[in-house]
């Protein structure tokens, strides 16, 4: 048994991805799960969300674990549905000690010819989605005096993009929250981090590529300044990061950016 034995984590775009990937890895240290996702396709971005029948094979590989799953559809823009499921979390589980705000999108769109729908879409879900996801979960962190929080920002949350102002303007925002909910947090024992990584080898860089008719390694290559030879990170490198900041091993860490970057920041 790991780092998290007895522990709850509660990742919200948990079906496929980052998300998956870190479910997996924190339960395999002892972690019980709540795994959250919109399981569906949204109006935005047009590619592929993660699938209820997702949500189901992650639960079934959880339990092969000996951990405890609890599967909750919801759009971290509904406060209804993520009031439901950490309402479901506490009665399970009984506390939620480590969130991961991952759930996230990413589209490409210049500004002259951005539509409102797109700006909005981007900053719902990236940014204010982490926010509505937060407040519902900290007041059990509160209570218990006891907690990590860890924000899925990107390199773009310390760096630009071009034709991803609204994409760069929601992570630049969640690394502020980082740093806010830092300050109000730490007096109940809460920590909160934000994580930076380049490039991954997810369903997410698929969609874009489809999105823009190139292919994912084009868009990597596009987007790349990596200084290491490898044109993306692996889903499993960042569920490392985040097992690591979301450990005891990481206990006076709080309102710090981790970068995971390949170097592509150093230049
Ligand atoms: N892929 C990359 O290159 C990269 C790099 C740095 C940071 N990130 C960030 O990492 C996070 C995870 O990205 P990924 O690459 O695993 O993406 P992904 O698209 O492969 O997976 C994202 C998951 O989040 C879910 N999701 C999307 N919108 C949601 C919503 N409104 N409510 C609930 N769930 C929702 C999806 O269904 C999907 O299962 C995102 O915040 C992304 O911005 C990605």
Redesign the pocket.
């Known amino acids: 048994m790991g780092d998290f034995s007895g522990k709850t984590a509660f990742i919200?775009?948990?079906?496929?991805?980052?998300?998956r990937a870190t479910a997996l890895l924190l339960a395999k240290e002892g972690a019980d799960i709540v795994a959250?996702?919109?399981?569906k396709k949204?109006e935005y971005p047009a590619y592929e969300?993660?699938t209820g029948e997702?949500l189901k094979s992650l639960k079934a590989e959880i339990e092969a674990l000996g951990r405890r799953a609890l599967i909750a559809a919801?759009?971290?823009?509904s406060d209804a549905a993520i009031s439901r499921a950490v309402d479901e979390a506490i009665a399970a589980f009984g506390k939620i000690d480590i969130l991961f705000n991952?759930?996230?999108?990413?589209a490409y769109a210049a500004v002259d010819t951005m539509t409102d729908d797109e700006w909005d879409a981007m900053i719902d879900?990236?940014l204010k989605?982490p926010f509505n996801v937060t407040r519902r979960v900290v007041p059990h962190m509160m209570k218990a005096k006891s907690g990590v929080i860890i924000n899925?920002?990107?390199?773009m949350g310390l760096r630009g993009g071009k034709r991803l102002s609204h994409y760069t303007a929601s992570?630049w925002g969640l690394t502020g929250l980082t740093k806010a909910w830092a300050i109000e947090f730490a007096p109940y024992n809460i920590r909160v981090v934000s994580i930076h990584?380049?490039?991954?080898n997810?369903?997410?860089?698929d969609?874009l590529a489809a999105l823009e008719g190139s292919t994912p390694l084009e868009i990597a290559e596009r987007s790349a300044g990596n200084l290491l030879p490898v044109p993306?990170l692996e889903?499993e490198d960042v569920a490392n990061l985040v097992a690591y900041v979301a450990s005891d091993k990481a206990r006076y860490a709080t309102g710090s950016q981790f970068v995971l970057d390949a170097g592509l920041l150093t230049v």
């Open positions: 919200t775009g948990a079906a496929h991805g980052q998300g959250f996702d919109v399981a949204i969300f993660g997702e919801g759009d971290v823009r991952n759930a996230g999108i990413c879900i990236n989605g899925n920002s990107s390199t992570k990584p380049t490039g991954v997810t369903p997410m860089n969609g993306w889903v």
